[in-house]
């Protein structure tokens, strides 16, 4: 029964984002999903589909912010959070650890919210921490599971079996990807014509394997440019930023999110990473927010965006 309770709990919790009712998909889509998860409660099912991470207690694996935002966009922030779920005990880490880069993007989410407020747009951000699954690999990769990061061993993803995998799989990752899609679908349908944009926000640690990172911030993209082109132009106007194009990571490389959400669906798209030490405080996430939610504006009034491309 426990189980079957937390399911309601969850329900109540989707319900709360987003209008009631039969005219919401997404209401609609959690209600099958919960009863798969009432389903699976089933002692005949195997062991290893029951449903097992997420605890009462626990934050859900995603939050939307503004989700009535009428700005034909949605933001997304994979790395919003360092939750664990209590099951997995810190990882074996300690706190310091847990407050490093290793674990989130430092200031990401504050950055994020901002912008949902500014832009009028709903903002995804993923509820759980990059070490218990990386929302921006696919599952399988090497990186969604980290066993090593920046050095710091993490001895809570060490030797998963299939099971434990699964269940980060099931109860985190695909319910965060899922939420994206329904805010999509959502603006999608009611965009009159337009097709959404989906903007990704992420933040970098200054200075990684000895190396100081010069850039402010970057703007990671793989083959749709019309969000980048016009972002990199605008932000290298003022000589006091130093933007990076595809650095300090490239988009053609990493990007789950945006792939799948943006480039795969021939939505206009676009990852944006600012340097982790500009954000360490509100004053910080407020002068970023202010700064990219302006150029921002600016680049997503061309009305030519808001179809659908394939690169
Ligand atoms: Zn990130």
Known sequence: MPRIRRALTELQYVGNFGPPAADFPTARFFSSSKLDYVAMNDPASPPSLVPRLLGSEDPPPFTVVNPDGQFPLVLVCDHASNAVPAALKQL???????????????????????????????????GYSRLVIDCNRPPGDPTSIAELSDGTFVPGNRALDDAAVEARVNEVFWPYHQAITQMLAQHWRHGHGRAPALIAI????????????????????????????????????????????????????????????????????????????????????????????????????????YEVKHY
């Open 92 to 126: 074996g880490l300690g706190l310091g650890e847990l407050t490093r880069h290793i674990a989130w993007d430092i200031g990401a989410a504050g950055v994020t919210r901002r912008l949902a407020a500014r832009l009028d747009a709903p903002a995804v951000l993923c």
């Open 202 to 305: 992420h933040s970098f640690t200054p200075t990684m394997n000895g190396f100081r990172r010069p850039w402010h911030l970057g703007v990671l993209w793989n083959r749709d440019s019309r969000l980048a082109g016009p972002l990199l132009g605008r932000f290298r106007v003022d000589p006091e930023l130093c933007v990076g194009d595809n650095e300090p990571y490239s988009g053609r490389e990493v990007g789950f999110t945006m792939d799948t959400h943006g480039g795969a669906a021939g939505l206009p798209h676009v990852e944006v990473e600012i340097r982790q030490d500009l954000l360490i405080d509100e004053a910080g996430r407020e002068r970023w927010a202010a700064i990219l939610g302006g150029v921002l504006a600016a680049v997503l009034r061309d009305e030519t965006l």
